[in-house]
């Protein structure tokens, strides 16, 4: 499978362990909404890093992209191909839902 | 393992600031986000075991694919901007990155979490009480 299709697979799965499989439901929460937004934009601006200096490349064969690694374009946002913004959506969502959901069985998050 | 014996003056490490730029921008990362400890109060540190559990439980999923993709050629690292220590293939800073984005991620949504009332933050809109 390629990254693209991997990366829908992740963020779909990432969506399920919350709704269903841990009930954490911090999809459905402003607050986790706000910290992906602030996480987001600085995904944005670090991933750019990676990306825009060759620090990390991709086979034009598994993106949606191509090897040109323009700022915005050819499936590229900041030079980023757009699929990291799912890897970054499900590994975020991911943490979100394994901490939250230790922390209620702990009762350490008793709020 | 870590493989060292790469080229560089210091006991391997690299002098060239080249070499420098991923750990720069993990760097990056915990500067911006561990003042959120002391200027928010959080607990987050204050229970490591929940956040190794955290750190582990979701991040290995991914570090394996990052392994999968790596090897199938999906990705790759320019060595010259990389430390030489190579992890199962992947540069130390990528397995550092699968620890470093879970903590900023908990310090942020912590942060989130305390700044909108802790009453209501981060609860599911049904309600599940009794603890």
């Given at each position: ?15 399920v ?8 439901r911090l ?6 909404w ?5 996480i987001?934009?600085?995904?944005l601006l670090?991933?750019?890093?990676l990306t825009?200096?060759?620090i990390?490349?991709?086979d034009?064969?598994a993106i949606?992209?191509?090897a040109?690694?323009p ?10 191909p757009?699929?990291?913004l799912g890897f970054?959506f ?17 009762g350490e998050e008793?709020? | 393992?870590?493989d060292?014996?790469a ?5 391997g490490i690299?002098?060239?600031?080249q ?11 915990l ?6 400890v002391?200027?928010f ?7 490591p075991r ?5 750190v582990v439980?979701?991040g290995s999923p991914?570090?394996?694919w990052d392994?999968?993709a790596?090897?199938?050629?999906h ?12 992890v199962?293939?992947?540069?130390l800073?990528?397995?550092a ?12 949504y912590?942060?989130?979490r305390v700044?909108?009332?802790r ?5 599911p ?7």
């Amino acid at each position: 499978m390629t990254y693209t299709g991997i990366t829908v697979v992740a963020a779909l799965a990432a969506l399920v362990l919350d709704r269903w499989a841990f009930r954490t439901r911090l999809t459905t929460s402003g607050t986790w909404w706000t910290a992906y937004g602030i996480i987001v934009f600085f995904q944005l601006l670090t991933n750019g890093w990676l990306t825009g200096r060759r620090i990390v490349r991709y086979d034009p064969d598994a993106i949606i992209g191509s090897a040109r690694v323009p700022l915005v374009g050819d499936g590229r946002l900041l030079y980023a191909p757009v699929e990291d913004l799912g890897f970054g959506f499900a590994l975020v969502l991911t943490t979100c839902v394994v901490w939250v959901w230790l922390g209620r069985r702990s009762g350490e998050e008793t709020t | 393992m870590v493989d060292e014996g790469a080229p560089g003056p210091i006991g391997g490490i690299p002098m060239s600031l080249q070499h420098w730029a991923y750990v720069a921008m993990l760097a990056f990362c915990l500067a911006g986000t561990l003042p959120l400890v002391p200027a928010f109060r959080l607990r987050v540190l204050r229970q490591p075991r929940r956040l190794m559990l955290t750190v582990v439980a979701a991040g290995s999923p991914f570090v394996a694919w990052d392994l999968y993709a790596t090897h199938a050629g999906h990705w790759s690292f320019d060595p010259a901007q990389t430390m030489p220590w190579r992890v199962a293939g992947l540069p130390l800073e990528e397995i550092a990155f699968f620890v470093v984005i879970p903590l900023v991620t908990v310090l942020t949504y912590e942060a989130v979490r305390v700044t909108r009332g802790r009453d209501r933050a981060g609860r599911p809109r049904q309600r599940s009480e009794s603890r």
